[in-house]
C-alpha cells in the first residue's frame, strides 16, 4: 500500500517568514495530493490540493509543488502569520485506490 | 450548506461498553469515509462507502467494529465491547466524488476508562 513520510514533525518559525513542509509518498500510481490544516480540537480543512498533471499551484500565501519522479510534494506558506499556527498533513490517493493516506502531520509554530 | 454533522462531540465510557457514532455528510455526498486519528497522528481510513456500500473496509476491525449507512446519507460506526485502545478521535467525512475535496466533521472524541 501507500506510505506517506512528512517532514518536520515540528517548525517554528517568526512572523514573516516562511514556511516549508516536504512529504514523501511510495506508490507511483498515487495521483491526488491534498493538504490539511488542523487548528487544535477543530477538523481538518483542506487548504490546497494538485494532481499529477501539475506541477505547482499557487493560492495567496499558500503553494504546493509536486515532483512526480522524485515521488515527492511540499507545502510552502509565505509571510506567516500567528493564525498559521495548526498541525498540517499532507495525504496521497489515487490510481485506482481511494484510500487516502496521510503523513503524519507537522506542528507549525509562528512566533509573533 | 451545512457541514458533515456528527454526534455526539464527546463520550466517555468503561472498557467492554458498547459505543456508536453518528454521521450526516453533506447533502448530495455520495462517499462518506470513518477515520481514527490519534493524537499526534494523521488519520487512518477504517471504512469508505460509495451511496449505502462499503467499498473500502480492510482497516475496520470487524471482530469489535461495525458500520452501517442506510439510505446511503447517515452513518453510524459502533465498537462492541470498546478496549482502552480505542480512545481517539473518530473522524466522519464526506466527498463528492471519489476523489474529490473531503470535508471532515468535528469527530467524535472517546475515552475508555
Known amino acids: 500500500g501507500e506510505n506517506v513520510e512528512q517532514h518536520p514533525s515540528t517548525l517554528s518559525v517568526q512572523e514573516g517568514d516562511s514556511a516549508v513542509i516536504k512529504c514523501t509518498y511510495s506508490d507511483s500510481a498515487s495521483n491526488y495530493f491534498p493538504w490539511y490544516k488542523q487548528e487544535l480540537g477543530k477538523r481538518p480543512q483542506l487548504i490546497i490540493d494538485?494532481?499529477?498533471?501539475?506541477g505547482e499551484k499557487k493560492d495567496q500565501r499558500i503553494a504546493v509543488t509536486l515532483n512526480k519522479t522524485a515521488k515527492h510534494f511540499s507545502l510552502h506558506i509565505t509571510e506567516t502569520q500567528p493564525e498559521d499556527s495548526a498541525v498540517y498533513f499532507c495525504a496521497a490517493l489515487g490510481g485506482g485506490s481511494y484510500i487516502p493516506t496521510f503523513g503524519r502531520g507537522t506542528s507549525l509554530i509562528v512566533h509573533p | 450548506e451545512a457541514g458533515v454533522v456528527q454526534s455526539p462531540r464527546y463520550k466517555i465510557i468503561e472498557k467492554k461498553q458498547p459505543v456508536a457514532f453518528w454521521c450526516n455528510p453533506i447533502s448530495g455526498h455520495n462517499t462518506l469515509y470513518w477515520y481514527l486519528q490519534n493524537l499526534g497522528q494523521g488519520p487512518e481510513l477504517l471504512i469508505r462507502?460509495?451511496?449505502?456500500?462499503?467499498?473500502?473496509d480492510s482497516q475496520l476491525p470487524k471482530d469489535r467494529f461495525s458500520a452501517e449507512r442506510l439510505k446511503g446519507v447517515d452513518s453510524t460506526l459502533k465498537i462492541q465491547p470498546a478496549e482502552l485502545g480505542d480512545s481517539a478521535v473518530y473522524l466522519c467525512a464526506s466527498s463528492l466524488v471519489e476523489e474529490g475535496e473531503q470535508y471532515f466533521g468535528p469527530g467524535t472524541r472517546l475515552t475508555v476508562l
Open positions: 494538485i494532481r499529477s498533471n501539475v
Open positions: 462507502y460509495e451511496n449505502e456500500e462499503a467499498v473500502d
